[in-house]
């Protein structure tokens, strides 16, 4: 097991055990997969090349948390998060832990979640949804801030015109993942 971050609260172990977050890392289709679960559940899955890169990402997204490293316990996260990239039609039903976003942005995610596997939606036609006409830019930052990915499908996200733009993982993983659900 790796300890991430080296504070240890002065709280009871009780206490201590509520802002722990257990982590791992796995290999998937399109890069390194980081999975990261609180009590309530998946708070984070983040995508990349470097593995440190995404240690470091996941610590400054939940800065004072005990960030705790163990395989064993996430390792039917990881291979449903792999299986999902593969073969996208498998689904990914993991319980979600999003109270680490604002109101609106957890109103985004939602809506988000309820696009299909195969489709797509405009940053405009999202903000619309939810009442929002103008706020394309704030729907586009709320995508920005999700720390979910794939379980908070924000891939599924594109330009007016259609085109693929915007992603924090990488507009090739975004188009990569958009094809592999094109073929459901």
Not at 150 to 157: A, D, K, M
Request: net charge neutral; charged share 20%.
């Amino acid at each position: 097991m790796n300890l991430i971050e080296t504070h240890v609260p002065t709280a009871s172990n009780a206490a201590a055990a509520l802002d722990a977050i257990t982590y791992a890392i796995g290999q998937s289709a399109i890069g390194n997969i980081l999975a990261a679960r609180s009590r309530i559940g998946v708070c984070a899955i983040l995508i990349g090349d470097d593995i440190r890169t995404l240690e470091q990402d996941l610590a400054s997204r939940f800065p004072g948390r005990i960030l705790i490293e163990d395989e064993p316990a996430l390792s039917d996260d990881l291979a449903a998060i792999a299986r999902f990239v593969e073969t996208p039609s498998a689904g990914l039903d993991l319980p979600l832990d999003v109270s680490h976003g604002t109101p609106f942005q957890q109103r985004v995610w939602g809506v988000l979640r309820t696009i299909p596997r195969g489709a797509t939606i405009t940053y405009t036609a999202l903000a619309q949804r939810l009442g929002q006409s103008n706020g394309a830019r704030a729907v586009a930052t709320a995508c920005a801030a999700n720390a979910i990915a794939l379980g908070i499908p924000c891939h599924r996200v594109v330009r007016a015109d259609g085109t693929v733009s915007g992603y924090r993982w990488g507009i090739e993983r975004k188009r990569a993942l958009l094809d592999r659900e094109a073929q459901i």
